[in-house]
């Protein structure tokens, strides 16, 4: 772009007759410098991080770190530093911070804020608050779960307890109750109705749920052909209508149209994926996206919740380009997280996978394979937290949380280095011990 006019040394009439004629130049200057001001700064981090984590590994390896709690907080911050959940952070904050052995330097004064007896006391007390809760919220989503009779399908995952740890890490706040319920709701349902497609029910019976679905409404028992597509869609068709009601209430219009829509699409996304696996169709990268970002699930789960989250939104807002972009990012990087740690299992089961279809196309090893991919999950989680902490946006930055936080679930589940956390939860036990059942120790009063 040639600009003939130095505008730095032109006189005010010049300067006038500039921004006149050449709007359109300056916006994509402006552009220009801000992308590349994001560019710089983005280089920059990577540096300090590069460099912090080579030196924080390296007084790991030569035992430096003298104090054993903060070895603790030092080894568990290096382990999956994506993954590192608010609610889950903040316990093991708590456990491991020791007020007599912060050191005071040569000046007697001590600023009160650093520390505070009272401050860690209000603290542990908030968080045996919020515990218990979560408890009482756990009871409701098992009342749930039994009058919805998916206690009585006897295939699957039952991930109650997993989907009630992640909602409530996802939103920790404690007055948001039906957000909560709603995440942990959809997770549920998504994982009992993916069961089904992948290894219990036939072909004829995964359409028939998505049929169901499209048309809404109840039938006769005799017509939904078996009584496990009857629990599946009747446990989608009451907990929808449910919330359903109650978002009428919190967004001051009807949002059924939208919650059923959100169904369709997604166990149309399953039929898809389960069609190509029966056909054994040849399939492109980019095809498998297009759909395998609805399939994860992280789409239904947010846009649900973020109805409950005690602001009103418009259906401008949520089928908007930014809300969109935002499902499609967080989508890809927990897809794509979950294939990584999946792709062994399912090359032997013949399943739709982004390591092998690349690792077809490509015709490169697993390992190249698998760095292209952990480059696109990378690429995808820069662009979803650069549009969840930009400015003047369409979505309220409470809402845009939603879509970190869930991303930071997809690192935990499956970038902790212990396996598919959501399927055999191993650390997850120990955090969803010390997070939901176990109280922290107050001092006497």
């Not at 219990?200 to 359409?207: A, F, K």
């Not at 997280?337 to 399912?346: A, V």
């Not at 399943?351 to 696109?376: F, P, Q, T």
């Not at 280095?417 to 055999?424: K, V």
């Amino acid at each position: 772009m040639t600009i003939e006019i130095n505008i730095y040394k032109a006189s005010l009439p010049q300067k006038k007759m500039f921004l006149v004629h050449n709007k359109h130049s300056i916006k994509r200057m402006y552009k220009g410098n801000e992308e590349q001001n994001v560019k710089k700064l983005q280089t920059t981090l990577d540096a300090i991080n590069d460099w912090t984590s080579k030196f924080l590994k390296q007084q790991l390896r030569s035992e430096t770190i003298f104090d054993k709690k903060l070895q603790k907080k030092v080894e568990y911050e290096l382990k999956n530093f994506h993954g590192i959940l608010g609610r889950v952070g903040n316990r093991r904050s708590l456990d491991l911070y020791d007020v007599d052995n912060y050191q005071i330097m040569k000046t007697a004064y001590r600023c009160p804020t650093i520390y505070n007896q009272d401050f860690l006391v209000f603290a542990r007390q908030d968080f045996n608050h919020c515990q218990a809760l979560h408890q009482k919220e756990f009871q409701q989503l098992e009342r749930w779960y039994k009058d919805c009779g998916l206690d009585r399908l006897n295939y699957g995952r039952n991930v109650l307890h997993v989907a009630h740890f992640i909602a409530s890490t996802v939103i920790g706040d404690p007055q948001l109750v039906d957000a909560r319920m709603s995440y942990a709701k959809h997770v549920v349902l998504v994982t009992r109705i993916d069961d089904f497609f992948d290894h219990h029910g036939s072909r004829e019976e995964s359409h028939k749920i998505l049929e169901l679905v499209k048309e809404w409404k109840e039938k006769p028992a005799v017509d939904y052909g078996s009584q496990e597509v009857e629990i599946l869609f009747s446990a989608v068709y009451r907990t929808v209508n449910e919330l359903a009601e109650k978002a009428s209430v919190e967004q001051g219009r009807c949002v059924k149209h939208h919650l059923i829509n959100l169904w369709v699409q997604i166990l149309t996304s399953f039929v898809r994926e389960l069609d190509t696996w029966c056909d054994d169709a040849a399939m492109t990268l980019d095809e498998y996206l297009s759909f395998a970002w609805v399939s994860i699930g992280c789409r239904i789960c947010i846009l649900t919740s973020i109805h409950f989250m005690g602001i009103r939104l418009s259906d401008d807002m949520i089928l908007g380009e930014e809300c969109t972009n935002l499902c499609i990012h967080v989508s890809t990087v927990n897809r794509l997280l979950n294939d990584l740690q999946s792709f062994q299992k399912e090359k032997e089961e013949k399943k739709l996978n982004a390591v092998s279809i690349l690792n077809e196309a490509r015709d490169k090893d697993e390992e190249m394979v698998v760095s292209e991919i952990g480059k696109l999950v990378e690429y995808n989680r820069r662009k979803l937290l650069r549009m969840v902490y930009q400015r003047g946006s369409v979505l309220p930055r409470r809402c845009k949380d939603l879509f970190s936080e869930t991303c930071k679930i997809g690192y935990y589940l499956y970038s902790s280095g212990s396996g598919d956390e959501f399927t055999s939860p191993q650390q997850m036990t120990e955090d969803m011990r010390l997070m939901i059942h176990t109280p922290l120790k107050l001092p006497p009063s």
